[in-house]
């Protein structure tokens, strides 16, 4: 019993996978009741049983398959992760439940399976219940029918589509199970009750007897409203608001009590079919017959194929159509033309909404056919067009339509009337706007008068249908003048049309209780119109704004105002005033005194009299009728009027009349009694600027059109130029103060003629004014001008160009004007209140109609068989296009026939068709519109051409048909959708990359959703694509495409993706989703504004009463919110006024109560909605500022950059209060970093370096829950992929370390080498490295042990990166802790142990010794150098611009150089707050006593006095170099920092050594490295040569303009447009010949810059990078070919050069287009290289790149392009000899061979690259002669180099004649072997053979050696290769170190006569182990003392590039003759080796 009950004892999950039935039970209802209990959706517990919840309901127990549906049911209901296993439970349900025996399991699964569709996972459970209809069981398949039928019955159609199922219905109908039948007929009866009567027929193939039993089930629903009684989740939150809403408004329920039969499309049930490939193949030929029954079978053909097959695939069926259209039009038979049509109607059925591309070339054929009166023709006519019409729309074809209604035929206009009729019917209103409306009322009410009865009718039809659709209201305005008679004919068709579409009914929304409410109503009232002129009172200035009490109102007036001054309102008029009545009104209203005094003769007296008026007016009532009139007329009426020849008189005149049009109203009739006069005073030289102010005070008070009118038709008959002139400049000022209210038509017929004028001046102001209009008109204005002279064009071009583009400014009148008339004008009409449209262009330009000139002709010589042909006719249409520039729509069949030409398969024309269509796009302006359905799919088409020149010229097309014609049309009848369904690859990246570009610039709902919708799973697809392109540019176009769908709707469209691409959908789209628009918080929650303007943050009162006031401006401006809401807000804002952080003493109790744990501890792997809350609490309850809070946690990323933007200013002013809610503002930061905004996290990260600075100046301590509630998150993100992120988290550690326990940092640090993030690791190591190097052994925790044996685990990492540094770090170690370092790190494998002794050797060598302990105090520089600011270095130093080791091998430390420079930065901060005598050594180690002392007699430039400065030693100069900081986080680089080093090693050296003493010191120091030979005589010499030979500081460092290196860096940038910006800066100095010099002293940083540039664009992809590849390209090559550049560059920097080079040459990236310029570009540069650059350098520095990449495998035809340089170097040799240093050639030369010696080639396929080396030196020897040897002083004696010389020059002394000194190797190779032919005789081959036998021999092997060896010296041009080919390697070995140890036993003995010892003795002397020891420290010894001059170039050599372990088996020359000094590899053998002799003698 104990036993059955032990399960009992294991957890949950574990008991519901038991093997136990009884446990799994146990564990189902656990499982359950816990699912029960568990409130939150996304807790973790659910995810541990998702992988169970299959396993629960296919349980094999049916007791426990009970309970696992129970359990199921629960998780399904409440889990967020259930979506997530629909597809393996339903499949388990299907299978294993819905048919089970067990009613309650049956009922279970069904349950689950509804749940699943409530969750919104319907498809999936649709597509396994339809899976099961398929089974054999019989009992599952009647299951599943039962199961979809009841969910469709709970949720409906539009959750559970009939589709689908659909197909299956009658075969299940026809099943021998009569349970799977009855189940069937119910779900038949059900869908019925859904779609309705679109079922039947579905069930028309079905026997008789079913069909009569269905119909009969069928006729009992009629009239039963079919509504779900179950909503999805999303749906049921809505579900209360809609129950609300119906509620109130039971007047529309009524109308829409029909609404419960969904309306679904018969077609949408139907599979599509492509009839094209089932066409007849002759159908054209016989369509083209004469015979009229040939051509009949043809079309019965046709329609018997549409008929069979109602849906249509898409395709092209241009040619069909046109065919078709063809018969209706041409063909004579009636017959066949009613077919034609029919055919035509049904395909455009069946295509539908794809049709719409060849709606518009068909509409017009079929209207005007309606001139024929058979009926039969009539009726097909009518079907097409009902047919054409549901794929496009009226405004599409409303050109058409008007025309057709102007037809003279009245069948035309009384058919294209009833058409109109029946479109009407099934139109949404929405689709017809304003303009529309008119244009079609304008029309029928034309033809309503027409004489034909028929014609009346049908037009009154459509007039009824209209206003039906519309509303009565809203065409009353438009019906005004249409008789009574004809009204009520009318209404009676009113009456009797029926709308047979269900009317959208309009959103209706909450309306806030402000100004809106009372605008919408007054815009409600028609316009009454008035005929007088309405009083207004204005304002005495014209600039002021009248307060006015309805801001509402006036917000509505503005732009009223403006839409009625643009659309030509009617002025104000009246009636104009006889003489004598405007002298009776004068008398009445002035006194007879200034009336007098106007006319008095005495200029004073009128003076008085106009003073005395303008005091008078202002008095008068602005409501008296005529008064302007009247006042204006007096002044100008009574003599001398406005003639008047005194200025001031004339001036108060001028101002009267400019005050009574400011506040009295004026009408035309007032205007035009002064405008004359006044428009001549402009010319006035004192009183021109009065004038124009009084025309302005007129234009703004009647119309600034009527105005311009009048002043320029009066001034252009003037003869005086300055009265023109000054009318066009009032012009152009009045159109910026009004904006372009003016007819430009006629404007610019009046300016041509001032420009056309010979005076200049009048010219010259016309031309300012059409400068004026461009920006209004843009660039159609300049067409007017084309016919103008050239020279007068030039000026209008340049004043064009001038204002092209600019922005136009903002009116300052007519605003204010309209803004009072606000309350007056209430009662005008609705549309003439609307917002004002822009002006038209389009309709104002003069356009020509082409039509007629599109003949038959033209269009069949386009389309001929001939490309030739083709080609004219193109050329002819392009010269028509260009003769008449301006272009209307109306272009007749030329459409089709471009969109044919356009897929045409020659190229060039497919290219002159894109063309054509881009000119017509730009000639026919937005009429391009109507013609995107029929060229669009040719665009994208070409977009997918092979050729780069089509796919240009259809993208260019495409966006030039956008650009006039708009955006939307190419998103409709899903033209692209199918483009990307079945387009080439090339037309899917090209579109993608369009859509990326274009759709974020379109307006929001622009595009409609339905369109988009078929985009999204193309869009899916190709995220997921094989090729890399179309992923990279699909995954770019997620966000234009989630900026209009919505991510929620992507979203829920992964749903039908295949589970293994969803991932990385999702992926992209979550990458997208920050960057969508911002969305506003909700009104609920407070906000701190976002707009850039707002700069201070709120921290007192005062600020927010500055905030309050802003906030009362921003609502007064935008006019639309009422007093209540401003007021609610101001509320809102008082809340703000706290400071953003509070000083309090909390933070202690927060440590407490995390510490006993009563809240959550800060540690997550993903943050979760309980760490947010908590932290909002907590924040809460600290007082931090709520509307700083409220943007903490927005969703929007923008919210967050603001609240680091405002913590960052408030930090220096509130440290305190930050300090007291650390811990806060790090925990939200912390949140931060699981976001996915980069710009977030690096603003963050900036402003964590401004904290933590500061906390370390205050010396504070991080508390606990401090640290590790940061550190560890913090740490996350030192591996992310972007630089500035890692070295922004680097920054951070390093203060940290001063803030915190470092101990603790360390454990932290080691956690993170768990990560799966190799980069993470990567730079956890590189922070172990320092804290170490910088710590001690002692900061390791645990332990050292432990610590140490986790990072040395780490060196078998497969990544790289991971392995250097981790081998970085125990190297570091090593040199804390010795050898013990072996112990502490545990076992290694073979592998890993022989990477560390070799990582460790090297990093002796290279390795300064300095106690870690010294570092901080070693690298204080003065306070001097941190603030020079030329130190400007970047990144690009190190940018492989010197020669660096490989990865592998790169020295001792492997640490990120800008890690050790924040270190370096972090400590200079801190030593900067200590006092002056704790200060250390500067630089070059001067006297801490000394530097003071200095620097207390410095002074300023100014104060400069001469002082006695003290003595210095300056032996301390030559001391060892210390590296100093600089500023911003550069450092040197390590590579330099190291030759510097070693340059001050050996100058030290020097000066304690003699030159006597060491006189081969120069030779210590590579030549190789200058171009020039080291001088040997003086020191001073030596040390100024070492400085030119080892690159210093100056290499690096700016060295005279810190602008001119910036420019220089900014080459290397990877923003691409930074980087061309500097190279199009740097080009114009370098092809100057006179700024050339300025970059003599840059040219290495130019050219590092390039190398940095070429790096980072080799990571791009090839189209990004072309655009940088270009312009750089160009700039090195004219860097080469310029005069005096490039002839200084070092031996590294030229190797990079060529290296680079070289591989773009032969990876043959840039020669994927369609020629090689690029490849022509680099050769020539390459070119350039070897001629210009110092001739050394360049031997040295191909020689070089030659050693280096030989042993490496790359690119194959990289070392041919690297030899064929070599070789043309060679070829040069003779000619440029004398500029070659051949003791740096030969140095290089013995390197190469020392590091692949001959032995190492044996094995290779090719030694060509040796023999092009041995090349060189057989054409130098050849050059020099025997005084070459005097070039060997570099090299041992004992090299192969050394030998092969000798041999070379003893053939040049044996032949007069040189053979095989020809620059290939090929032929050095057989002439060699000729020679060598030669000499070899028979006999003295015998002699050889014998002396082998000898050695072979173990008695006679040293007697055999000594003859060998005797042998050579006779015969030393022998090679004895030959006879050791076939040998052993051990032989070989054993043959030459005999002889190399016999020659220096004969040399010791000629030299010393010490030993004189024979054979035998020599013999004994080998076994005796001491000799040889005391022989060997005797060799060491010398050894040393030889190289301690030159052991830089010994250590060189013996680095990196040479293979240790690989030099045992080489071969040796059988010709080499070794000196004592021999190589440590040598050294270390011949030490193993005595060391086993010396074993076996004591063995003995």
Known sequence: MAEDTEYKKLPVEERCVHKLWKARVDGYEEAAKLFRELDDEKSPEWSKYAGLIKKMVVDSNALAQEKGLEAALIFVENSSLAGRTVGDVMSGIVQKCIAAPKTKTKELSVQVTLMYVEIEKHEAVLEELVKGMDHKNPKIVSACVATTTQAMREFGSKVIPVKPFIKKLAPLLADRDKAVRDETKQLAVESYRWIGSVMRTHIASLPQVTVKELEDEFDKLKGERAEPSRYLKSQQEKQAKIADEAATEDSYNDDDAEAGVEDLDPMDLIDPVDILSKMPKDFYEKLDEKKWTLRKESLEALEKLLTDNPKVEGGEYGALVSALKKVITKDSNVVLVAMAGKCLAMLAKGLSKRFSSYATACVPALLEKFKEKKPNVVSALREAMDSIYASTTLEAQQEHIVEALTNKNPSVKSETALFLSRALCRTQPTALNKKLVKLLTTSLIKTLNESDPTVRDSSAEALGTLMKLMSEKALAALLVDVDPLKMSKIKEFHDKAEIKIKVTAPKKELRPATAPAAKASSTAKPSGGSTEPKPVTRPASTGARKTVKKPGVVAGAAPAALSKAAGGKTMASEREL??????????????????????????????????????????????????????????????????????????????????????????????????????????????????????????????????????????????????????FNWISRAIIEFGFKVQPKTLIEDVRKGVQSTNPTVRGAAIQLVGTMTMYMGNALMVFFDGEKPALKSQIQTEFNKNLGEKPPKPIRGVQHSSTNADEDEDEDGADRASPEPINLADLLPRVDISSQITESLLKEMSDKDWKTRNEGLTKLQAIISEAKLIKSSIGDLAPALAHRLLDSNAKIAQTALSICEQLSTAMGAGCRSHVRVLFPGFLHALGDSKSFVRAAALNCINSFGEQGGYKEFFESEMIADALKSGSPALKTELWAWLAEKMPLLPPKSISKEELTTIVPHLYAHICDRNAEVRKNANEAVLAVMIHLGFDAMARALDKQKPASKKDIMAALEKARPNLPVKPLPKGKQQAPIPEETKKVVRSGGGAAAQKQGAAKAAGAAGDKATTTAASRKKEEDVDTSPLLAVNSIKNQRLIDEQKMRVLKWTFTTPREEFTELLRDQMTTANVNKAMMANMFHDDFRYHLKVIEQLSEDLPNNSKALICNLDLILKWLTLRFYDTNPSVLIKGLEYLAQVFQMLVEMEYMMAENEGSSFVPHLLLKIGDP?????????????????????????????????????????????????????????????????????????????????????????????????????????????????????????????????????????????????????????????????????????????????????????????????????????????????????????????????????????????????????????????????????????????????????????????????????????????????????????????????????????????????????????????????????????????????????????????????????????????????????????????????????HLLADQKLTSGDDSQYNKVINGICLKVLDKVNFTNIYCALIRLLRETCPVAGLPKFTDLLMKCIWRNIKMLPERSNELNYDAVILEVHEFMLALPSTWWQNRPSDTPLRTVKTIIHNMAKVKGNAILQHLN??????????????????????????????????????????????????????????????????????????????????????????????????????????????????????????????????????????????????????????????????????????????????????????????????????????????????Q
């Open 1282 to 1702: 972007k630089d500035a992120v890692r070295n922004g988290v680097r920054r951070v550690l390093r203060q940290i370390n001063l803030l915190y326990p470092f101990t603790k940092v360390f454990s932290y640090v080691m956690d993170g080498l768990k990560s799966k993030n190799a980069r993470q690791r990567t730079e956890c190591l590189d922070e172990l490295t320092f804290l170490i190097e910088n710590y001690g052994l002692g900061i390791c925790q645990p332990s050292q042990q432990v610590a140490l044996k986790e990072i040395a685990r780490q060196i078998s990492d497969r990544d790289n990166s991971v392995r250097n540094a981790a081998l970085n770090c125990i190297v570091m170690a090593y040199f804390l802790a010795g050898e013990k370092i072996y112990k502490l790190i545990g076992q290694l494998n073979e592998k890993d142990l022989s990477m560390l002794d070799e990582r460790i050797k090297r990093a002796k060598k290279t390795r300064k010794p300095t106690a870690p302990a010294d570092m901080p105090t070693g690298l204080k520089p003065p306070a001097q150098v941190v603030q020079q600011d030329s130190i400007e270095i970047e990144d690009t130093v190190g940018n492989g611009c010197d020669e660096l080791p490989p990865p592998e091998e790169e020295g001792t430390f492997d640490q990120a150089p800008s890690a050790q420079v924040l270190q370096l930065q972090q400590q200079l901060q801190l030593q900067q707050q200590q006092a002056a005598q704790q200060r250390t050594t500067g630089p070059f180690g001067l006297d801490p006593q000394v530097m003071s002392e200095i620097e207390k007699n410095w002074v300023r430039v100014d104060q400069m006095v001469f002082h006695d400065q003290p003595t210095v030693d300056i032996s301390l100069l030559y001391e060892p170099i210390k590296v100093i900081p600089t500023r911003d986080g550069f450092q040197y680089p390590q590579d330099k920092f190291d030759r510097l080093v070693s340059r001050s090693h050996y100058i030290q050296q020097n000066l304690t050594t003699s030159p006597q003493a060491n006189p081969s010191m120069a030779s210590g120091i590579s030549p190789y490295r200058s171009p020039m030979r080291l001088p040997q005589q003086h020191l001073l010499t030596n040390q100024s040569h070492l400085e030119n030979n080892v690159p210093n500081l100056a290499d690096v460092l700016p060295k005279h303009d810190p602008q001119l290196i910036k420019i220089i860096k900014a080459v290397s940038s990877t923003d691409t447009l930074k980087a061309r910006a500097a190279i199009n800066e740097l080009t114009e100095i370098i092809e100057a010949p006179e700024k050339q010099a300025v970059l003599r002293d840059y040219e290495e940083i130019f050219i590092q810059n390039v190398l940095a540039q070429l790096k980072n664009l080799s990571q791009l992809p090839l189209s990004q990078a072309l655009v940088v590849y270009q312009p750089l390209l160009s700039i090195l090559y004219t860097f080469f070919n310029a005069n005096i550049l490039g002839k200084t560059l070092s031996v590294a920097c030229i190797k990079n050069l060529m290296s680079s080079l070289l």
């Open 1834 to 2043: 570099q090299i041992p004696t004992h090299s192969e180099l050394h030998t092969y010389l000798i041999r070379i020059l003893k053939n040049f002394q044996k032949d007069s004649t040189v053979s095989g000194t020809g620059v290939s190797p090929q032929r050095q190779q057989f002439s060699a072997k000729d020679i060598g032919g030669k000499r070899i005789s028979h006999q003295t081959h015998d002699t050889v053979s014998q002396i082998f036998k000898l050695i072979s021999d173990k008695d006679t092997k040293q007697q055999g050696l000594q003859k060998l060896y005797d042998f050579k010296q006779q015969n030393p041009d022998i090679d004895l290769s030959t006879f050791l080919q076939g040998s052993s390697a051990t032989f070989h070995k054993y043959i030459e170190e005999g002889l190399a140890e016999i020659e220096r036993n004969q040399n010791a003995g000629s030299t010393q006569a010490l030993d004189n010892r024979t054979d035998v003795n020599y013999q004994n002397a080998v076994h005796d182990p001491d000799y040889w020891m005391d022989r060997l420290q005797n060799m060491m010894s010398t050894r040393h003392n030889v190289d301690d001059g030159s052991n830089i170039l010994d250590n060189r050599v013996a680095d990196e590039n040479l293979c240790l372990n690989s030099m045992n088996s080489q071969k040796v020359s059988l010709i080499r003759r070794e000196k004592p000094e021999l190589s440590p590899n040598r050294l270390q053998h011949i030490q193993a080796k005595l060391a086993q002799i010396k074993k076996e003698n004591h063995a």
């Open 578 to 727: 006889t003489p004598e009545e405007v002298q009776d009104k004068a008398d009445e209203l002035l006194p007879a005194e200034i009336l007098n005094g106007l006319v008095d003769s005495n200029w004073k007296n009128r003076l008085a009299a106009m003073e005395q008026l303008l005091a008078h007016i202002p008095s008068y009532d602005v409501k008296q009728p005529g008064i302007s009139q009247t006042l204006v007329r007096t002044i100008n009426g009574r003599k001398p009027g406005l003639k008047e020849m005194n200025f001031q008189v004339l001036k108060l005149k001028l101002d009267a009349i400019r005050c009574i049009a400011e506040n009295f109203p004026v009408t035309p009739i007032t205007v035009d009694h002064v405008v004359n006069e006044i428009t001549e005073k402009l010319a006035d030289a004192k009183n021109g600027g009065a004038a124009a102010d009084v025309l302005t005070a007129l234009a703004d008070a009647t119309k600034l059109e009527y105005v311009v009118g009048k002043v320029l038709s009066f001034a252009l008959e003037q003869k005086s130029p300055k009265v023109q002139s000054e009318s």
